[in-house]
């Protein structure tokens, strides 16, 4: 009786905080929110961190040929993976202090799925694995050794990341092994891609070979969902670069996604991002880099950046055009 007594009186509890919360709801959405949805901007669309003509192309053309965002911003992203004279991203990018190529990367779809890889060493496309990641487990990330099984059993072949210009870069840094952030390496960096299709669905990803010379199992923003990828098919997308131990603790590619759900446009909403990053106490933001692009279900694009020389790059027909951003340093 005791025990039926109480189950009664939780019951009534709960009822009475939904009914309450209801009446809240109602009260606090007589402002009604920003609207969101697509009017009349250019769709398809496609944008990218810094001067990636082709591979924003690539992207575009795979949304011309009826495929979706997250097939656009893969193939986009996995043409950079495979230029060995890129030195930031997939085969060809500089080793960590150990002469390690590690890859990370992720891959966020239009209805809220993600996959990201880690720490990933001898496969090329840690994004088309990040994606299988995202599609063929419960899993959101994978690993090390545990990312590399997975693309080894998913038909991945295995090669040798280190090309002869990345390890001759690498013997001639460790005569002093001194270790600091470039800014704008090679107006180029982290690889990040944002799509919106005919349909007006949105995807991102995001895939670099991390610092040039980290230590050993670093990790940065560009698999960790939410820091350096963003998207929410409802309110928009973002996708970050620069040095990722920044971005991570401000969580920077959620808070502009949230930024622009309160009603800020993308340009808005990626100045704010980085103000959070240089106004914080200690921030010794005249040394790093840190770039973000973002767009909304409108269509409207933004970018910014901390320095001068990030460049964005946007398709809206079969040419790619590059802006530079403005930065918070004039």
């Not at 599609?135 to 590399?148: C, I, N, Q, R």
């Not at 001639?172 to 007006?200: C, F, R």
């Not at 880099?289 to 460049?311: C, D, L, P, R």
Request: glycine share 10%; with cysteine.
């Amino acid at each position: 009786m005791e025990r039926r007594k109480f189950l009664k009186n939780a019951s009534l509890s709960t009822a009475a905080v939904l009914v309450g919360g209801k009446a809240l709801a109602s009260q606090t959405n007589t402002n009604h929110p920003p609207n969101h949805q697509n009017t009349n901007h250019t769709k398809p669309l496609v944008i990218a961190t810094w001067n990636v003509n082709l591979e924003a192309e690539k992207a575009f053309q795979t949304l011309q040929a009826g495929k979706s965002a997250v097939d656009a911003v893969e193939e986009g992203c996995k043409l950079a993976e495979a230029n060995i004279d890129n030195i930031t991203v997939g085969k060809g990018g500089l080793p960590d202090r150990d002469g390690h190529v590690t890859l990370d990367s992720s891959i966020m779809d239009s209805h809220g799925n993600c996959g990201s890889v880690v720490y990933m060493q001898n496969v090329t496309h840690a994004v088309s694995v990040a994606r299988m990641v995202m599609e063929k487990t419960p899993h959101v990330m994978l690993a090390g050794k545990g990312a590399e099984q997975f693309a080894y059993e998913m038909g991945f072949k295995k090669e040798d990341l280190l090309t002869e210009k990345a390890k001759k870069a690498w013997d001639e840094w460790k005569v002093k092994s001194q270790y600091e952030p470039i800014i704008n390496i090679e107006n180029h960096d982290t690889i990040g891609m944002l799509a919106m299709d005919a349909n007006g669905d949105i995807a991102g990803a995001c895939t670099t070979s991390g610092l040039a010379y980290k230590m050993n199992g670093r990790v940065g923003d560009s698999p960790i969902i939410g820091s350096g990828l963003f998207v929410d098919n409802e309110i928009g997308a973002a996708v970050a670069t620069g040095l990722g131990e920044e971005v991570m603790k401000t969580v920077g590619s959620f808070l502009i996604v949230e930024l622009m759900r309160q009603g800020k446009t993308p340009q808005e909403a990626c100045e704010e991002a980085v103000r959070r990053i240089v106004t914080k106490p200690g921030s010794n933001y005249k040394n790093f880099q840190v770039g973000y692009i973002a767009m909304n279900k409108k269509g409207e694009t933004g970018y910014y950046s901390i320095h001068k020389g990030f460049w964005m790059t946007k398709c809206t027909s079969e040419k790619a055009n590059n802006s530079e951003s403005e930065a918070f340093i004039k």
